[in-house]
């Protein structure tokens, strides 16, 4: 039987392609899903556009949901921002800052403040959530854009805590760390200096991109039955970048 059958699952961030994939991959396992994102869109079979660093938006949504289903069972919060402006914590703008701030864990922040206590009042209590993260999180880089990273690793530890605080409730919550996922806005990224992203995949031990297909995978075993004794995890989806430094030979 698919994993996600009679689930209630909301993707937030579900716009962007892997927030998409995660739609289709719920959808396929089952799952009644609900998506929501800043942007106008289709996803789910129940759309919704909302800012989700607006914490009355986020309210009004998640009531609307459980107005609709009568409960909530997986949360995938998909989001985050990338800011051409973000770098060095000695350069970057204080506005700067905040945006990608607000992006990236006040999203987070508010999507699992207003969902969870849904999932807590659906009967049985319990259920899982799941929130993007970065591999970024878990290392130093002398490149990294600092507010971002800085936010990711806010939601590591958002997610540790939470996932402790919940863990007898039956609700739990656990960080995926995206490495680069193939999409043609990530590989822009590696794409804009010409090179740069042959001089990275030596240093990728897999030498490859994710493919969307995993990492919805990855995200609906996190959010179905079989993951049932994990929460609090930061899982690395990231072909072994965090774990290993390939030299070329």
């Known amino acids: 039987m698919p994993a996600l059958v009679g689930k209630v699952c909301v993707v937030n961030g579900a716009a962007s392609r892997i927030g998409q994939a995660v739609a289709e991959r719920f959808a396929k396992e089952g799952g009644a899903v609900v998506g929501v994102d800043k942007a106008g869109h289709s996803v789910g079979e129940l759309s919704f556009q909302a800012d989700l660093a607006d914490e009355s938006q986020v309210q009004a949504m998640y009531a609307e949901v459980v107005g609709r289903y009568g409960r909530l069972d997986v949360i995938h919060n998909n989001t985050g921002l990338m800011d051409r402006g973000d770098g060095s914590a000695l350069d970057v703008s204080l506005e700067t800052w905040r945006?990608?701030?607000?992006?990236?864990?006040?999203?987070?922040?508010?999507?699992?403040?207003?969902?969870?206590?849904?999932?807590?009042?659906?009967?049985?209590?319990?259920?899982?959530?799941?929130?993007?993260?970065?591999?970024?999180?878990?290392?130093?880089?002398?490149?990294?854009?600092?507010?971002?990273?800085?936010?990711?690793?806010?939601?590591?530890?958002?997610?540790?805590?939470?996932?402790?605080?919940?863990?007898?409730?039956?609700?739990?919550?656990?960080?995926?760390?995206?490495?680069?996922?193939?999409?043609?806005e990530q590989r822009a990224v590696f794409e804009r200096n010409p090179g740069a992203l042959e001089q990275r995949m030596v240093h990728w031990p897999m030498g490859r991109f994710g493919t969307l297909e995993e990492a919805a995978g990855a995200i609906a075993f996190l959010a179905g039955d079989d993951s049932g004794f994990i929460t609090g995890a930061a899982l690395p989806l990231d072909g072994g970048i965090t774990e290993a430094f390939t030299v070329p030979e």
């Open 99 to 184: 945006r990608v701030q607000d992006a990236n864990l006040t999203s987070i922040f508010l999507c699992c403040k207003h969902g969870i206590p849904h999932l807590l009042s659906t009967r049985p209590a319990g259920g899982s959530v799941i929130n993007a993260a970065s591999f970024l999180a878990a290392v130093g880089s002398a490149t990294a854009p600092m507010a971002y990273t800085a936010a990711k690793a806010g939601v590591v530890q958002l997610t540790r805590d939470l996932a402790v605080h919940l863990a007898r409730s039956g609700v739990r919550v656990n960080a995926v760390l995206f490495g680069p996922v193939e999409t043609p």
